[in-house]
């Protein structure tokens, strides 16, 4: 299957949730001020489709005013949640992750309700939440920076509701390796994907530039999640820039399905070159490829798609 690339132009931290009929779509725009919300029948359409709507606008100050990152949709016992992090333009770094909801059948023209800062135990950089359910037990995942010196790591913990902690948190992963401190050091992105009796967990390392790429962590599906030794780690990434393809800083994923098949949801620039703050630097573009899996049950992403113009 091939897909249009860029998916979608000028939307960073992607997020595809395929439910009802439709591919909903969500990222982070360039101007990092709302959440927008997309849909379309194939992923293919979601590059023209004419079903777009901004369901929320940032503070003009205070909390949630500044840094509107990596909104991700999910269904949760009939509702709708929005799980994104925002910050304080007076303290546009002090970034934390927090909720919507939508009680109403369709997202797109429901209504959505702020659900506030999401607790996690500790008032440091905090960003990236993303939610699963394992065996019954709805689990959180997102980036945490404890100190300059572990930079930002991953954590997890069990929720009682979607919008509460019931565990403390437990440290998944640290930047450790080469790949994953070049420019910061940093692990964040996290998305979940339950295949083949495992959890598997992509993440993103380093800063935002080219050097940007994924590392994966799984655990046995029956082993207790919360238990760091039950997870294993890559070495080297899963998924890195591409000079033959023309690809830069692939990351910041997450998963869906098309016909069956397990679709990687991705960003990336079409250049290497950045001047100034990449993030400052608009033209991280949604992108989507098919990907298969090896003899172990692990994923095989290959290499970031080089650009090229399908159908919708």
């Known amino acids: 299957m091939d897909y249009n690339n860029p998916l979608v132009e000028q939307r960073a931290d992607p997020w595809v949730l395929n439910i009802g009929g439709y591919y909903y779509f969500t990222a982070s725009v360039p101007e990092y001020d709302r959440i927008e919300l997309r849909r379309a029948k194939t992923i293919n ?4 489709t004419k079903e777009v709507k901004t369901i929320w606008q940032c503070h003009k100050s205070g909390e949630m005013s500044c840094h509107i990152w990596a909104p991700e949709l999910h269904r949760i016992n009939g509702e709708w949640y929005i799980y994104f992090t925002a910050s304080d333009k007076s ?3 002090q970034i934390r992750p927090y ?5 109403d059948k369709d997202p797109l ?3 959505w309700e702020e659900c506030g800062r999401i607790d996690i135990g500790a008032e440091t950089f905090s960003l990236d939440m993303t939610v699963f359910e394992n065996r019954g037990r709805l689990y959180a995942v997102w980036a945490q920076k404890f100190s300059e ?3 930002s790591v991953l954590c ?4 009682k509701d979607p919008l509460t902690l019931s565990t403390k948190p437990i440290i998944l992963t640290v930047p450790e390796y080469d790949w994953e401190c070049q420019g910061f050091k940093v692990n964040e992105g996290p998305a979940v994907l339950l295949r083949n009796g495992k959890v598997l967990i992509t993440y993103s390392a380093s800063d935002t530039g080219w050097r940007y790429c994924m590392g994966l962590l799984w655990a046995n599906a029956g082993d207790d999640l919360l238990d760091p030794s039950s997870w294993n780690k890559s070495k080297k990434p899963v998924f890195s820039t591409s000079d033959k393809n023309r690809q830069y800083g692939p990351g910041h994923n997450c998963f869906t399905t098309d016909n069956g098949r397990d679709v990687l949801i991705y960003h990336s620039r079409s250049y290497k070159n950045i001047t100034g703050d990449p993030l400052e630097d608009p033209n991280r573009h949604a992108r989507a490829k098919i990907f298969d899996y090896d003899e172990n049950g692990l994923p095989i992403f290959g290499e970031p798609t080089a ?3 399908i159908s919708c």
């Not at 909720?99 to 009680?103: F, G, N, P, Q, V």
């Open 109 to 111: 023209s429901g209504k």
């Open 99 to 103: 909720a919507l909801k939508c009680s």
């Open 149 to 151: 010196t572990t930079g």
């Open 45 to 48: 359409g979601l590059t023209n």
């Open 307 to 309: 650009e090229r113009k």
């Open 91 to 93: 303290d546009k770094w």
């Open 156 to 159: 997890i913990a069990e929720m």
